[in-house]
């Protein structure tokens, strides 16, 4: 006999053959016993998950001699037809090279024949989003008025393609992705009746391969087997599958965990020499990453790792050298650098000035420990009341007693907190910095030009950072900024701000867009923001100033 792949080999043949999709085949189940089965069916899911099997087996069950029926045998001419694929009353049709109106009017002449021996005609299209619009508007009609005893099961990997007439006619159901466990699961299986010995790190670098895809699982199974034949071998099913080594992730990871710059450089450049595609990399990283996380909150044993029993243990280890909000962090950073990797020209820079980003991002105080030294302060009244705390050290949540000590405490990339506010400061004499600057901007143009002064009564904000002062007009205010526009003005604009500021500075003028932006509040919720000490200590710890006020109460 000649070879069967081993995917089409092991079609499932019933229902309960199907794994992973239980809601999908429960409710047919149950259709089919309660007489209920509907007219038309989409099958939605990615590629290799069941969804021609199942459609399939479907059909065998109605069209059985035994049928209608949960088991159908598998022997009788329809059963045994239709698992070949050539029966005369279940046709399958491929939309993506049969995507026209001729097919579907085809299929709508055919359609309206009875069965020629079994109960029911049914069709299954499959990538049924290829077809053409008038093709579409063909097939509607046929569901719109289905003749007795005829059955649509519309495959498609793009649901999202389908006009809304057609999803509205049809049942859906949506196949999910497998999961590490069901995979590998059936992958076992599959080795045990092929006689092929595999140990689990072989199995497990085929599963994740696969992503999800029972078909891809198996196929590449197939290939390794034909490479390795009946004993597999992890390392060269590893190699074979262009699987980055567990153990270079780990080093990775480490050397974050160290701030080893230079060795995370090593390490790139290692791949690199070793004929790694950096992009696969990665993505196996994301992965690994992405599983560091998962131990890190739900525990070694939690069924959401996808990774090999005897793996887990190590993985929660190295998790905990590391705060959930650092993970998330890199994962985040992480996804965005392998986004990048895809379209780089250069994705040594690209994975490099990723990980350095990992690198430093341990670095960082989190946001929530800065902001939480201010909501302990007092909403209004006692300046000075509320020292703010130092914040909590960057990436210790309280739950991480398997923590090492650090040698050195982690560096802030954000100053050092400040000083106790004295108690006998006194708020309201001591002008604020920001308005300050600007009233002496003011001042000094009075003296040079009025009318360029009288401009910035009517600014909605303003802002100086980086070297860059950016005056912020209301959109009913653009006559103003229009004036300051000018060559000439600007010029004038230039060298007031820097003289008052002491340093050169580019000049900025544009309108505030008014959706979200900040708009410009009354003196005195100015003056009540100027006063409120969060606002205070926000300026002092990020030395920053105060540019726009909103005042919230009035909207
Ligand atoms: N859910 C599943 N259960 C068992 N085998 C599956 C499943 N999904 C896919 N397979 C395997 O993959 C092959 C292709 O599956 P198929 O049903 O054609 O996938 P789809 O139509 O979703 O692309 C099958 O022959 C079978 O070996
Ligand atoms: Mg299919
Ligand atoms: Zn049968």
Excluded at 473 to 493: G, I, P, V
Aim: proline fraction near 7%; glycine fraction near 6%.
């Amino acid at each position: 006999m000649s070879y069967q792949v081993i995917a089409r080999k092991y079609r499932p043949q019933v229902f309960d053959d199907v794994v992973g999709q239980r809601l999908v085949t429960d409710t047919l189940k149950n259709a089919i016993q309660t007489d209920r089965v509907a007219h038309g069916y989409i099958f939605s899911g990615a590629r290799g998950v069941g969804k021609t099997s199942t459609a399939r087996i479907l059909a065998k069950s109605l069209n059985c001699v035994q049928g209608p029926t949960l088991t159908p045998c598998g022997e009788c001419p329809s059963c045994v037809e239709i698992a070949a694929g050539n029966s005369v009353d279940v046709l399958e049709i491929d939309a993506a090279s049969n995507r026209g109106i001729d097919e579907i009017r085809e299929l709508r002449e055919t359609v309206r024949y009875l069965p020629a021996r079994d109960r029911y005609k049914v069709f299954i299209i499959d990538e049924v989003h290829m077809l053409t619009t008038e093709a579409f508007n063909a097939l509607l009609k046929t569901l719109e008025e289905p003749p007795p005893r005829s059955l649509f099961i519309l495959a498609t990997t793009e649901p999202h393609k389908l006009p809304a007439t057609v999803l509205s006619r049809c049942q859906h159901f949506a196949f999910r992705l497998l999961d590490y466990g069901e995979i590998f699961a059936r992958l076992e299986q599959v080795c045990r009746a092929e006689s092929v010995e595999a140990d689990e790190g072989s199995l497990a670098a085929v599963t994740l391969a696969a992503e999800g895809s029972l078909r891809d699982a198996l196929s590449l199974l197939d290939q390794v087997m034909a490479a390795c034949g009946t004993k597999l071998e992890e390392t060269k099913v590893r190699q074979m599958l262009g699987v980055v080594p567990l153990e270079l992730l780990r080093a990775v990871t480490e050397a974050i965990h160290a701030a080893d710059a230079p060795r995370v450089l090593e390490m790139v450049d290692r791949l690199s020499s070793e004929g790694y595609e950096l992009t696969h990399f990665a993505g196996e990283y994301v992965r690994f990453v992405r599983n560091l996380m998962v131990a890190r909150s739900c525990g070694a044993e939690s069924p959401l790792l996808q990774v090999p029993g005897d793996e887990r243990q190590a993985l929660a280890e190295l998790a905990q050298l590391f705060g959930e909000e650092d993970l998330t962090r890199f994962f985040q950073i992480l996804l965005r650098t392998e986004g990048e990797l895809r379209y780089s020209l250069e994705p040594r820079f690209h994975l490099e000035m990723g990980l350095l980003k990992l690198v430093h991002a341990r670095r960082l105080v989190p946001l929530e420990s800065l902001l939480s030294e201010f909501r302990g302060l007092p909403q209004t009244g006692k300046p000075g009341s509320g020292a703010p705390r130092p914040p909590a050290p960057s990436n210790a949540p309280a739950a991480s007693p398997a923590r090492k000590p650090e040698a050195e405490p982690p560096r802030r990339l954000a100053p050092a907190p400040p000083e106790e506010p004295s108690a006998t400061a006194a708020p309201v004499s001591a002008a604020p910095p920001a308005d300050d600057r600007l009233a002496s901007i003011k001042a000094a143009l009075f003296e040079q030009k009025k009318l360029l002064s009288s401009c910035l009564d009517h600014l909605s904000g303003w802002r100086f950072e980086n070297g860059e002062v950016r005056f912020l007009f209301a959109k009913d205010a653009s006559f103003f900024a229009d004036l300051l526009r000018s060559r000439e003005q600007l010029d004038t604009l230039r060298s007031v701000c820097g003289q008052v500021l002491g340093q050169a500075v580019k000049i900025c003028v544009t309108l505030d867009e008014g959706n979200g932006a900040p708009v410009a509040a009354g003196p005195k919720a100015r003056d009540r923001a100027e006063r409120d000490p969060a606002v205070e200590a926000f300026r002092k710890r990020f030395d920053c100033i105060m540019a726009d006020v909103k005042d919230l109460s009035q909207e």
